[in-house]
């Protein structure tokens, strides 16, 4: 008898990029043989995606500014079975994906998120953390999950994310992946992931203004009005 052989799942890892030029080394060295990095750039001036395509990446290009513009970019622009996300600043490992995926193929969960757990001083400022913490805590009465973060690595089957018809183009986009996932039924696991200080500034929850602005963002998402049935997966 023949021994039966698994492919592995094709993977794309969806890299949102402004002026991470500095960073792109690290993090595409660090993206599992086999997968396919698709750098997203959000309008960089610091010649981002030409590192990118030098470093072997397939480089999206997204007019629309917005966190959740540029992964949604990458998003459609994937063409493999299994989709991640992650930074591109170099505060997370893509390595750290391989047993998302490994999860997901197996059919023991339809969104992998990481829990980021801080290492080395100034990875995570107090008021992006308190930020965080108090939509986890309103995600909680809003779904019921338990989760401990709303970070952006993240992995799913790409049909059934495209299948959730995501709306939000700014910071809300995470946590309206996860708000439809669980109107919908999916189960997510969450996994803890090293969260290292960043290469450069953060767009996003660099600063207090930009930490409300991101809260404000995801408040809006935890608004929308629940489904009166639950979508299909």
Same mark, same amino acid.
């Given at each position: 008898?023949?021994?039966?052989?698994?492919? #592995? #799942?094709?993977v794309?890892?969806v890299?949102?990029?402004?002026?991470?030029?500095?960073?792109?080394? &690290? *993090?595409?060295e660090?993206?599992? #043989?086999? &997968?396919?990095?698709?750098?997203?750039?959000?309008?960089?001036?610091d010649?981002?995606?030409a590192?990118?395509? +030098?470093?072997?990446?397939?480089?999206?290009?997204?007019?629309r500014?917005?966190?959740g513009?540029?992964?949604?970019?990458?998003?459609?622009?994937?063409? +493999?079975? %299994? !989709? $991640?996300?992650?930074? $591109?600043?170099?505060?997370?490992?893509?390595?750290?994906?391989?047993?998302? *995926?490994?999860? %997901?193929?197996?059919?023991?969960?339809?969104?992998?998120?990481? /829990?980021?757990?801080?290492?080395?001083?100034?990875?995570?400022?107090?008021?992006?953390? +308190?930020?965080?913490?108090?939509l986890?805590?309103?995600?909680?009465?809003?779904?019921?999950?338990?989760?401990?973060?709303?970070?952006?690595?993240?992995?799913?089957?790409?049909?059934?994310?495209?299948?959730?018809?995501?709306?939000?183009?700014?910071?809300?986009?995470?946590?309206?992946? !996860?708000?439809?996932a +669980?109107?919908?039924g &999916?189960? %997510?696991?969450?996994?803890?992931?090293?969260?290292?200080?960043?290469?450069?500034?953060?767009? *996003?929850?660099?600063? &207090? /203004?930009?930490?409300w602005?991101?809260?404000?963002?995801?408040?809006? *998402?935890?608004?929308?009005?629940?489904? $009166?049935?639950?979508?299909?997966?």
């Amino acid at each position: 008898m023949r021994a039966v052989t698994t492919r #592995p #799942p094709a993977v794309d890892v969806v890299l949102p990029c402004l002026n991470e030029a500095e960073a792109l080394p &690290w *993090v595409l060295e660090r993206i599992p #043989p086999g &997968w396919r990095a698709l750098v997203v750039d959000n309008g960089s001036t610091d010649g981002s995606a030409a590192t990118a395509r +030098a470093l072997g990446a397939t480089v999206v290009h997204e007019e629309r500014r917005g966190f959740g513009a540029a992964c949604h970019a990458g998003l459609r622009a994937s063409d +493999a079975d %299994i !989709v $991640c996300f992650c930074d $591109c600043d170099a505060s997370l490992d893509p390595g750290r994906l391989v047993p998302f *995926v490994r999860e %997901i193929d197996r059919g023991a969960a339809d969104l992998v998120l990481g /829990r980021r757990r801080p290492s080395g001083r100034g990875a995570w400022p107090a008021h992006a953390r +308190a930020g965080n913490l108090a939509l986890a805590r309103m995600l909680r009465r809003r779904t019921g999950l338990r989760l401990h973060d709303l970070g952006p690595l993240r992995a799913a089957r790409r049909e059934a994310l495209l299948g959730l018809g995501l709306t939000d183009r700014r910071s809300g986009y995470p946590l309206q992946m !996860v708000v439809r996932a +669980a109107d919908s039924g &999916w189960r %997510i696991t969450e996994h803890d992931v090293p969260y290292l200080p960043r290469t450069g500034a953060s767009k *996003v929850t660099g600063t &207090w /203004r930009g930490t409300w602005h991101a809260v404000r963002d995801m408040s809006r *998402v935890l608004a929308e009005a629940r489904p $009166c049935e639950g979508g299909a997966r």
